[in-house]
């Protein structure tokens, strides 16, 4: 019974995802005139990359999660994210292992994502923490608070991880942000706050 309302969550969860993208409809291409200049044409196609670095603390099962990624961005409204994270269960033990002895977890991901309504929405999917999942996220108008959502099928927790949080950027010309929000709600729900930092290599 838990396992069916488990997999009616995740179904509901993928359909909130898709209606949110739809309900703003498809992306609408400026229009532009035909003809254009070499020096607009290149900086129209120039590539963003993007380095980061997420640390975020939880509360409950006393350990952090470290990831790093890269961001590529071949345009305004869609990018490609790669990333690593790194889980240190050594100072607690919340999945009840019998040997804890400097046991860490790596987990990967390989994400596509889409922009809609002004680039203030964002659908991602893929692999979020070496599991598949979506993702949500939706910048507020004063463009520096950003509402994220995200799931993802889990090995060492529940059947389904299932995250929220807060983004602020806490300065103005640089890409800081301060984190707070909760995680592994189907499980063992734990409040988390860190920080996260992006550079930007090309844009």
Same mark, same amino acid.
């Given at each position: 019974?838990?396992?069916?309302?488990?997999?009616?969550?995740?179904?509901?969860?993928?359909?909130i995802c898709f209606s949110l993208v739809y309900a703003?409809?498809?992306?609408?291409?400026?229009?532009?005139?035909?003809?254009?200049?070499?020096?607009?044409?290149?900086?129209?196609?120039?590539?963003?990359?993007?380095?980061?670095?997420?640390?975020?603390?939880?509360?409950?099962?006393?350990?952090?999660?470290?990831?790093?990624?890269?961001?590529?961005?071949?345009?305004?409204?869609?990018?490609?994210?790669i990333g690593i994270s790194k889980i240190d269960l050594?100072?607690?033990?919340?999945?009840?292992?019998?040997?804890?002895?400097?046991?860490?977890?790596?987990? %990967?991901?390989?994400?596509? !994502?889409?922009?809609? @309504?002004?680039?203030?929405?964002?659908?991602? =999917?893929?692999? /979020?923490?070496? *599991?598949?999942?979506?993702?949500?996220?939706?910048?507020?108008?004063?463009?520096?608070?950003?509402?994220?959502?995200?799931?993802?099928?889990?090995?060492?927790?529940?059947?389904?991880?299932?995250?929220?949080?807060?983004?602020?950027?806490?300065?103005?010309?640089?890409?800081? %942000?301060?984190?707070?929000? !909760?995680?592994?709600? @189907?499980?063992?729900?734990?409040?988390?706050? =860190?920080?996260? /930092?992006?550079? *930007?290599?090309?844009?």
């Open positions: 019974m838990k396992s069916l309302f488990r997999v009616g969550l995740i179904a509901v969860l993928t359909g703003g409809g498809l992306p609408k291409k400026s229009s532009q005139p035909q003809e254009k200049t070499q020096v607009k044409q290149i900086s129209e196609d120039a590539t963003g990359v993007w380095i980061g670095d997420e640390s975020v603390w939880s509360f409950r099962n006393r350990m952090p999660r470290t990831k790093v990624y890269a961001r590529v961005e071949p345009s305004e409204d869609r990018y490609y994210l050594k100072a607690s033990n919340p999945y009840k292992r019998k040997d804890r002895r400097n046991v860490q977890y790596l987990e %990967y991901d390989a994400q596509l !994502a889409s922009k809609y @309504l002004n680039n203030t929405l964002t659908l991602r =999917g893929g692999m /979020i923490n070496s *599991g598949a999942g979506l993702g949500v996220d939706y910048m507020l108008p004063d463009e520096k608070t950003s509402i994220t959502v995200e799931g993802h099928s889990a090995v060492y927790s529940s059947p389904f991880f299932l995250r929220t949080n807060l983004s602020y950027k806490i300065w103005e010309d640089k890409d800081y %942000y301060i984190i707070a929000g !909760a995680e592994d709600m @189907l499980d063992k729900l734990s409040l988390i706050a =860190g920080i996260k /930092i992006e550079y *930007g290599l090309a844009r």
